[in-house]
């Protein structure tokens, strides 16, 4: 015999709460919360750690314990994520359907291209470093592992990894531009010989 049991039945089943909630709300409270950092451990504490630290054995337990430890820290986070509700609140009354429709075509349009094209950007930033010119490969070169060239300079451009990746069986016989590709930028580091002139 198998039995699921859903989280939020979990929940309920250890605390004998019921949470609802209205359509919607935990989306924006989660959104609210991961902006204005509320649950952040400066402000309710490191949960893994403290509760490795609770010697108790019930939810009754585990709540009296943590209020005794951090007594403001649920108002607290609170608090950060009502501010944050509240801001959004504004936000929203000043999104009209243009607004919306400048996103998605920013979403769908702009960010796809930089998504799949930012070796041109790393090459056009290189490139206005340096004040060089700079163009995309051909095929015929890029058959022989060069995405680019800055001023007569071919380049390679490859993620961080690959120089972890070394004893691959590719040789290219070309600088070459490693990035890092994070969340909000594209790290670059190279080293090209002949640009500086």
């Known amino acids: 015999m198998k039995i699921k049991i859903p989280n939020a039945e979990v929940q ?5 709460k019921k949470y609802s909630y209205l359509k919607y709300a935990t989306q924006i409270m989660n959104l609210a919360n991961h902006n204005a950092q509320g649950t952040r451990a ?20 585990w709540e009296k314990w943590y209020l005794d430890s951090y007594p403001k820290a649920i108002d607290d986070a609170s608090d950060k994520v009502w501010e944050m509700v509240k801001a959004f609140q504004e936000s929203i009354k000043e999104i009209d359907r243009e607004t919306v429709r400048q996103w998605v075509e920013e979403l769908v349009i702009v960010k796809t291209f930089a998504g799949l094209k930012f070796q041109q950007a790393i ?14 490969a051909t095929p015929a ?8 060239v800055i001023g007569d300079i071919t380049v ?3 993620p961080i990894t690959y120089k972890t990746k070394r004893g691959l ?15 909000n930028e594209i ?9 500086e002139g």
């Open 141 to 148: 070169e890029e058959s022989k592992g060069i995405d680019g």
């Open 169 to 183: 069986n590719e040789v290219i016989d070309v600088p070459i531009i490693f990035y890092d590709k994070r969340k």
């Open 123 to 136: 090459l056009k930033a290189v490139a206005l470093k340096y004040n060089k010119e700079y163009r995309l």
């Open 42 to 61: 400066r402000v309710v504490g490191q949960m893994s750690d403290l509760i490795q630290q609770f010697e108790g054995a019930t939810l009754a337990d």
């Open 156 to 158: 390679s451009i490859k």
């Open 12 to 16: 309920e089943l250890l605390s004998g």
């Open 187 to 195: 790290v670059i580091e190279f080293d090209l010989p002949g640009l």
